[in-house]
């Protein structure tokens, strides 16, 4: 299994980044699917989460409202817009597939990508 994780990059505060997370190597649409992000210090934290077909989301307060997570099963591919980006922001950004449901715990999860890193600042 691989998950590729792209569209990281430098942005200033108030702008939007779109991250991508490719998989291959399992049946994409048998998995609900995560995104994490740790900042330096910081502990790994689950911001988001997706069922496997798309119609369950949730999110960490510290993102609701601005980012929002999406699939598209036929590209194998995970999503997360992200609006209105603000300094805390700043993180390394990893997809992630559970052993079951979409745990908020890391150890709920089989599959990581190598991350891409997220800068917010002007």
């Known amino acids: 299994v691989q998950l590729v994780e792209s569209g990281g990059g430098l942005v200033q505060p108030g702008g939007s980044l779109r991250l991508s997370c490719t998989a291959s190597?399992?049946?994409?649409?048998?998995?609900?699917m995560a995104w994490f992000r740790q900042a330096p210090g910081k502990e790994r934290e689950r911001i988001s989460c997706i069922s496997a077909r798309g119609g369950y989301t949730r999110y960490a307060d510290s993102v609701k409202g601005r980012f929002t997570i999406s699939r598209d099963n036929a590209k194998n591919t995970l999503y997360v817009q992200m609006n209105s980006l603000k300094p805390e922001d700043t993180a390394m950004y990893y997809c992630?597939?559970?052993?079951?449901?979409?745990?908020?715990?890391?150890?709920?999860?089989?599959?990581w990508g190598q991350g891409t890193q997220v800068t917010v600042s002007s």
């Open positions: 992630a597939v559970p052993y079951d449901y979409c745990s908020g715990s890391t150890l709920g999860y089989k599959y």
């Open positions: 190597g399992l049946t994409f649409d048998d998995y609900a």
